[in-house]
């Protein structure tokens, strides 16, 4: 069983930045992957980024370049920091744990999530 607590979402004029956290805890054995998705109004939930626990990293390529993921393994808290914001950000962010990068590109694969924080973009 996890637990996942997703904060940091706000609204943000179009340019500017927001830093997502997520703390984690209880089961998270062979979940080697972190990530984080996105639910825009009236779409599914959509894979954005994930960290390995050995710190490598992977971005859609819509948010490439803008968004950076990170890890502190000590506090159990996963990141996104993202910098330049468009309107089309605007969603709701959550984070989950999965064993591989091929399991995050399918949300199904995810039993429970979090509730989630709302981003949104202004123009």
């Known amino acids: 069983q996890v637990q996942l607590v997703e904060s940091g979402g706000g609204l943000v004029q179009a340019g500017g930045s927001l830093r997502l956290s997520c703390a984690v805890s209880?089961?998270?054995?062979?979940?080697?992957?972190s990530g984080w998705f996105r639910q825009a109004p009236g779409k599914g939930r959509e894979f954005v980024a994930a960290i390995y626990l050995n710190g490598g990293t992977y971005y859609v390529d819509s948010v490439k370049g803008r968004f950076t993921i990170s890890r502190d393994t000590a506090n159990n808290t996963v990141y996104l920091q993202m910098n330049n914001l468009k309107p089309e950000d605007t969603g709701v962010y959550y984070c989950?744990?999965?064993?591989?990068?091929?399991?995050?590109?399918?949300?199904?694969?995810?039993?429970?999530w979090g509730q989630g924080t709302q981003v949104t973009v202004s123009s």
């Open positions: 989950n744990l999965g064993p591989s990068l091929q399991a995050m590109w399918n949300t199904k694969t995810f039993r429970s």
């Open positions: 209880g089961r998270i054995f062979r979940n080697y992957y």
